[in-house]
């Protein structure tokens, strides 16, 4: 079964802390997708990172960086000198066949970034 | 990159009557939609997947008869909540394949909130 675990209900941090959000996936396929997305107050999902299951690199963009680990099935997510824009909830996503759209989403993180 | 336009953005109706959300694929020719549904402060959860020309899936849990689903044309999809109640109150929001590799992820509408009074 495909389940996309968020342990961390909500985090506060004070403004430039930085700050790791967790997501750890369960599938059986070998080739799959994981995504990251912001929620904001207004709901739209805002799309952070795609990554395949084949590219384990690390990734860095901005404050933002992403580990994965295939041998904790963990997806987990850095925000560095965090903002208070950077409040929402935030959402870890597995595509449940690659390239087929369908996600599983996790119960999300709600980042609150005190000022 | 695709776009996916959903309407309303927000709605608020009257207990037992009928609201129906559009999502279009503005660029692109959506063959399949998928319509998740997330209530407060919870996960989003994927209630049906559209195919145009042909009925809708759903998700183990969802009345099909409550919630309609209509993919008549490759860039149109409609969710009709019929007799709503207020505990159908919850944020919908749809998504759509499409083509391209800077696409994938992408392509969510930007949600309805619906509140039924």
């Known amino acids: 079964a495909q389940k996309v675990t968020q342990a961390q209900t909500e985090i506060s941090v004070v403004e430039k802390e930085d700050v790791t959000l967790d997501c750890v996936y369960e599938?059986?396929?070998?080739?799959?997708?994981l995504f990251w997305y912001k929620q904001p107050p207004s709901g739209e999902l805002v799309f952070l990172i795609r990554?395949?299951?084949?590219?384990?690199q690390n990734e860095i963009s901005g404050r933002y960086s992403w580990n994965f680990q295939k041998s904790t099935s963990s997806f987990n997510f850095t925000i560095t000198a965090s903002q208070v824009v950077d409040s929402a909830v935030y959402f870890c996503?597995?595509?449940?066949?690659?390239?087929?759209?369908?996600?599983?989403f996790g119960t999300g993180t709600r980042l609150k970034v005190l000022a | 990159g695709a776009v996916v336009s959903q309407h309303p953005s927000w709605v608020i109706c009257k207990s037992g009557t009928s609201v129906k959300i559009e999502c279009r694929s503005l660029?692109?020719?959506?063959?399949?939609m998928f319509w998740y549904r997330q209530f407060p402060k919870q996960s989003l959860m994927l209630m049906a997947t559209?195919?145009?020309?042909?009925?809708?899936?759903?998700e183990q849990g969802v009345e099909k008869d409550k919630f309609l689903i209509n993919h008549a044309s490759l860039t149109l999809s409609t969710l009709t909540v019929t007799s709503a109640h207020p505990e159908d109150s919850s944020f919908y929001i749809c998504?759509?394949?499409?083509?391209?590799?800077?696409?994938?992820?992408?392509?969510f509408g930007s949600g309805t909130r619906l509140t039924v009074v």
């Open positions: 998504s759509a394949p499409a083509s391209g590799a800077e696409n994938y992820g992408y392509t």
């Open positions: 996503a597995l595509d449940v066949a690659s390239g087929t759209y369908k996600y599983i």
């Open positions: 660029d692109f020719q959506a063959t399949t």
């Open positions: 599938t059986r396929d070998t080739t799959y997708y």
């Open positions: 559209s195919n145009e020309g042909s009925k809708a899936t759903y």
């Open positions: 990554r395949n299951s084949f590219d384990e």
